[in-house]
T-cell receptor, first 111, second 114 residues
């Protein structure tokens, strides 16, 4: 089955700096790669996703890049703010209906 | 739209008791997923349904766990008997059919088994 590896597991940055989280996947058939943000005590919520027919997607301060050849994708957050502090999960779809999630990255943005 | 609804939000029970978690997916969504989240194991997919039919239950940890989806608007996850190691947050999520569609998560049920 699909295996999604995510790193780093924790990341601390200063407000205003950029944060990058990287994921790799194993199934070359995967074609959908969402990123979820989970604040403490809350549910995971989608922040951005990318499909395999594009290499990059941007939404304000958030961008995701995809390298299908290397089977890795990354989340980039620019001009980080304290409210960006949360756990971020990457995921990749499998051949069925499911998503396989990475273990999560705990991002702390310090003022 | 009310989003995915889960009940109860918190459950505290004693070891050996039966626990039933409930989920109402978003109307019009054909796929429903049950996840378990712990610090140690992260977000684990337990089982998912498409059009009320279980597609993959390979993530269900043991026979003590069972899930049903009797109709398009309701699903249950049952643990019997419960054990302390079952303590976790259980999320239900739903999506339109197909794995390339956004999954919407419910608020979760925090289960504590004493």
């Amino acid at each position: 089955g699909e295996n999604v590896e995510q790193h780093p597991s924790t990341l601390s940055v200063q407000e205003g700096d950029s944060a990058v989280i990287k994921c790799t996947y194993s199934d070359s058939a995967s074609n959908y790669f969402p990123w979820y943000k989970q604040e403490l005590g809350k549910r995971p919520q989608l922040i951005i996703d990318i499909r395999s027919n594009v290499g990059e997607k941007k939404d304000q301060r958030i961008a995701v890049t995809l390298n299908k050849t290397a089977k890795h994708f990354s989340l980039h957050i620019t001009e980080t703010q304290p409210e960006d502090s949360a756990v971020y999960f990457c995921a990749a779809n499998d051949s069925g209906y499911a998503l396989n999630f990475g273990k999560g990255t705990s991002l702390l943005v310090t003022p | 739209d009310a989003g995915v609804i889960q009940s109860p939000r918190h459950e505290v029970t004693e070891m050996g008791q039966e626990v039933t978690l409930r989920c109402k997916p978003i109307s019009g969504h054909n796929s429903l997923f049950w996840y378990r989240q712990t610090m140690m194991r992260g977000l684990e997919l337990l089982i998912y349904f498409n059009n009320n039919v279980p597609i993959d239950d390979s993530g269900m940890p043991e026979d003590r766990f069972s899930a049903k989806m009797p109709n398009a608007s309701f699903s249950t996850l049952k643990i019997q008997p419960s054990e302390p190691r079952d303590s976790a947050v259980y999320f239900c999520a739903s999506s339109r059919s197909g794995s390339s569609n956004e999954q919407f998560f419910g608020p979760g049920t925090r289960l504590t088994v004493l």
